[in-house]
């Protein structure tokens, strides 16, 4: 079988070769998403990091774009930083999720120069749960009644997150 796949012509095989690593991605990418992705976003309150009381209703108004990390996460580090931004025009919510207690989170985003972002800890995940979190990062873009209008795993760009905002609040 292996001499055969040889013999085939070279735009054969590499076109044989980037459908299996498409379907791999596709693959990782399906079993990624979290078990919501459209629909009434599940209720929330708690504490930010800085003292402020948030929940879902105290949202409503204007689209939110929560986004689900942890600390561990290679991906999340790159991405944080293109959130920061995001936060000084839009509703900006993240949560750090397994990622130790108040002082271990403060410590990491002092550590990162993120200290602007609004960050409501979830020490043993139980709210990335309500959310069908299987991986991070997560982004969800939630419309002013409250409904989940995007969803994207992993890495993504600050331009479409804002695209996807202005979107949602159409």
């Known amino acids: 079988m292996f001499k055969r796949y040889q013999a085939l012509p070279r735009w054969s095989r590499w076109t044989i070769e980037i459908m299996i690593v498409v379907i791999v991605f596709l693959t990782i990418r399906a079993y ?4 919501i992705e459209r629909g009434s976003a599940p209720g929330f309150s708690g504490v930010t990091l800085d003292g ?6 105290s949202f409503e108004g204007k689209p939110l774009l929560m986004v689900i990390w942890a600390e561990w996460c290679r991906i999340c ?6 959130i920061q931004p995001l936060a ?8 750090a999720i397994q990622s130790g207690n108040d002082e271990d989170v403060t410590r990491f985003l002092e550590q990162q120069g993120l200290t602007q972002l609004p960050v409501l800890n979830d020490p043993h995940g139980e709210l990335a749960s309500a959310f069908g979190v299987r ?3 997560v982004m969800y873009i939630i419309d ?3 409904d989940i209008r995007f969803t994207e795993v992993g890495l993504t760009s600050g ?12």
């Open 32 to 35: 990624q998403s979290p078990d």
């Open 52 to 57: 402020q009381a948030v929940s879902l209703a």
């Open 77 to 82: 580090r790159i991405e944080l930083p293109m």
């Open 88 to 95: 000084q025009d839009h509703q900006v919510l993240t949560v």
């Open 135 to 137: 991986g991070v990062p």
């Open 144 to 146: 002013s009644q409250g």
């Open 159 to 170: 331009w479409g997150l804002k695209a996807r905002l202005w979107w949602a609040g159409r």
